[in-house]
C-alpha cells in the first residue's frame, strides 16, 4: 500500500519518463535512454531516480557524470547506487576530489 501511496505523489509524466528511460536501459539501447534522461533533467533537474538513471546511462555511453550526478553519488543514502556506476564508469573516468 504504502508504494502505491508514493505513486501518487509523484506527477504521472515523470513515472512515464522514468519508465521509459529504465526502459531503454533494460533493452541495452543505451544512446537512447541518455538522450532521452537529459532531456528529462531539463524538467525535473533534482529528481533523484533521473540522476541515478542518467548515471547508469553516461557511463555506459562513455559520458562523464556530471555535477549533480556525482553529488548524488555522495550522499549516504544512494553508496550502493554509487558503487555500481563507478565500477561501471572504472576509476579513470571521474574524480570524487576533483568534483
Known sequence: MKQSQRHEEMPKELA????????????????????????CLRLW????QLLQLASYAAVETGNALEKPVIALIRKESS??????????AGRNQISMENA
Do not use: C, M, S
Not at 533537474?45 to 533523484?48: A, F, R
Not at 553508496?79 to 561501471?88: D, F, I, T, Y
Open 45 to 48: 533537474p533534482d529528481n533523484p
Open 16 to 39: 512515464l519518463a522514468i519508465g521509459l528511460v529504465w526502459g531503454h536501459l533494460i533493452a541495452r539501447q543505451f544512446e537512447d535512454a541518455y538522450t532521452l534522461v537529459q532531456g
Open 79 to 88: 553508496k550502493e547506487w554509487a558503487g555500481r556506476v563507478l565500477r561501471r
